[in-house]
Nanobody, 125 residues
């Protein structure tokens, strides 16, 4: 199985950028669907961005054009570059991995087997 550790969260102002990292250990990320989810206070966890083990990439409509997901296989790490941050991006951000034969990237959090502990992102308006 894989272990995931997020980092890079913090307090920023609207319009600023942040880069989140998700360091994986135990197994290579190349065999998993990898995704970022977020959960704002009082709201359900929602899909932000992800890529399948066949490199299909997808984003939530709310972050398209502002966020970019990528990975560095040699470091077994996934990143989320977040630009033009808005107050409504404030949430705890989670990295997740899903081990499935289906190559289609899942957006339902129930499909993900492994989760990091989360990192807080706070955007002041």
């Amino acid at each position: 199985q894989v272990q995931l550790v997020e980092s890079g969260g913090g307090l920023v102002q609207a319009g600023d950028s942040l880069r989140l990292s998700c360091a994986a250990s135990g197994r290579t990320i190349s065999v998993y669907h990898m995704a970022w989810f977020r959960q704002a206070q009082g709201k359900e966890r929602e899909f932000v961005a992800g890529f399948s083990w066949r490199d299909q990439v997808d984003y939530a409509d709310s972050v398209k054009g502002r966020f970019t997901i990528d990975r560095e296989n040699t470091k077994n790490t996934v990143y989320l570059q977040m630009n033009s941050l808005k107050h409504e991006d404030t949430a705890v951000y989670y990295c997740a991995a899903a081990q499935e034969m289906d190559w289609t990237l899942p957006k339902n959090s129930d499909r993900y087997n492994y989760w990091g502990q989360g990192t807080q992102v706070t955007v002041s308006s």
